[in-house]
Every structure is written in C-alpha cells, then in structure tokens.
C-alpha cells in the first residue's frame, strides 16, 4: 500500500499515467486514470484528487500533476540471478 510517507522517502517507482477528463454540465468534475502499473482505469475527481487517489488495482497512488507512485518493493520484476 503505497502511502504519501513512502512517496517522500523516494522509496517508490514514478510513471506518467494517461488521463482524459469528463466535465458534466451537472455534477462534479473528474478525471478517467489509467494506471500505468497494472492498467487498471479508475475515476478521480478533480476537487479530491489533491489528496492523491488510489488505484484499486494496485494500491498504487495517483497524483494531481499526472504521475502515478508505487511503492519498488512491489512492483514485480524479474530477479537477478545469484548462481
Ligand atoms: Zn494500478
């Protein structure tokens, strides 16, 4: 679970997420994000995502400025051997 604290710490991964926003006439405001982690999209809105929005996929945090913080130790990636 990726949290604000490990984003100031530099213990997370950054990556640039797409987003398109939707903007009703009626109601509120908000962005469609696609996580670049697992590629789950997810629906923040623009007078909450100041406070970061999770992803439900990954638990990876989206940000306000377009960038998506995962915490390194649970992205998957392949090992390095050690034979
Ligand atoms: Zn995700």
Redesign the pocket.
Known sequence: MTTWKDIKDGLCEVREHDRSGVYPAMGRSYYNIN??????S?RGYVWSIGGGKR??????MHDSIGQ?H?LRRTVSAPRPRTS
């Open positions: 996580c670049p982690f697992c590629g789950v997810t992803c439900p996929g990954c638990k990876a998506t995962k």
